[in-house]
């Protein structure tokens, strides 16, 4: 098992930036591919961002790259997202995911994901 808690969120203007940290612990957090996803009340689950076990690789939605950063650091036992230039549509429940590193690439589909946090809000005004 893996237990996941993310922390961060919150309420913040339009264009302004925000980072959200997810503790993992239960396993050795290396061998785990990690993810960030998030969801806006009514819409789908929506993958953000994800980054290999070793943090050699970054995987990115195409309409959040270069606005978002993902990172870990294996000694803590945690990932982020560094969130700059926030905008109203980025309002959503931020969910961060993790999935065994089988040495397969990594990907956005949120089924591949075996362990999920409870989420953190954000919130982005106008």
């Known amino acids: 098992q893996v237990q996941l808690v993310e922390s961060g969120g919150g309420l913040v203007q339009a264009g302004g930036p925000l980072r959200l940290s997810c503790a993992a612990s239960g396993r050795t957090f290396s061998n785990y591919d990690m993810g960030w996803f998030r969801q806006a009340p009514g819409n789908e689950r929506e993958f953000v961002a994800a980054?290999?076990?070793?943090?050699?690789?970054?995987y990115y939605s195409d309409s959040m790259k270069g606005r978002f950063t993902i990172s870990r650091d294996n000694a803590k036992n945690t990932v982020y997202l560094q969130m700059n230039g926030l905008k109203p549509e980025d309002t959503a429940v931020y969910f961060c995911?993790?999935?065994?590193?089988?040495?397969?690439?990594?990907?956005?589909?949120?089924?591949?994901?075996?362990?999920w946090g409870q989420g953190t809000q954000v919130t982005v005004s106008s």
């Open positions: 980054i290999r076990g070793s943090g050699a690789r970054t």
């Open positions: 995911a993790a999935k065994l590193n089988l040495g397969m690439v990594l990907t956005a589909t949120s089924s591949q994901y075996n362990y």
